[in-house]
Nanobody, 128 residues
Framework: QVQLVESGGGLVQAGDSLRLSCAAS????????MGWFRQDPGKEREFVAA????????YYADSVKGRFTISRDNAKNTVYLQMNSLKPEDTAVYFC?????????????????????WGQGTQVTVSS
């Protein structure tokens, strides 16, 4: 059973924007912190951004700070990632992840091992 489903990826040129969405099949799968990670072939999974259940705590990787914005709509069990000023180095498969607990810290938000559910990913390709 699919628990988290990402959408919104695509092929764009450097400088363009994309908005990724991640919808949870049930509220249970989006009841805590939600985050975005990315992985390009030959590289390890990289933290991108995370947001607490209430939205009060938000974390970004230094590489995307100022360009990406994470947000969520709990009524829709959905988290978003607005990506502006895209660069070729942003090319990767983007994965949505969620925790079932509302506790959050800088470490928890950034550690993939702390998340309970994962989506299948959506491809983002940025050409030069």
């Amino acid at each position: 059973q699919v628990q988290l489903v990402e959408s919104g990826g695509g092929l764009v040129q450097a400088g363009d924007s994309l908005r990724l969405s991640c919808a949870a099949s049930e509220r249970t799968f989006s009841s805590g912190t939600m985050g975005w990670f990315r992985q390009d072939p030959g590289k390890e999974r990289e933290f991108v951004a995370a947001i607490s259940w209430s939205g009060a705590s938000i974390y970004y990787a230094d590489s995307v700070k100022g360009r990406f914005t994470i947000s969520r709509d709990n009524a829709k069990n959905t988290v978003y990632l607005q990506m502006n000023s895209l660069k070729p180095e942003d090319t990767a498969v983007y994965f949505c992840a969620s925790r079932t607990r509302i506790e959050v810290s800088s470490y928890i938000a950034r550690a993939s091992a702390e998340y309970d559910y994962w989506g299948q990913g959506t491809q983002v390709t940025v050409s030069s």
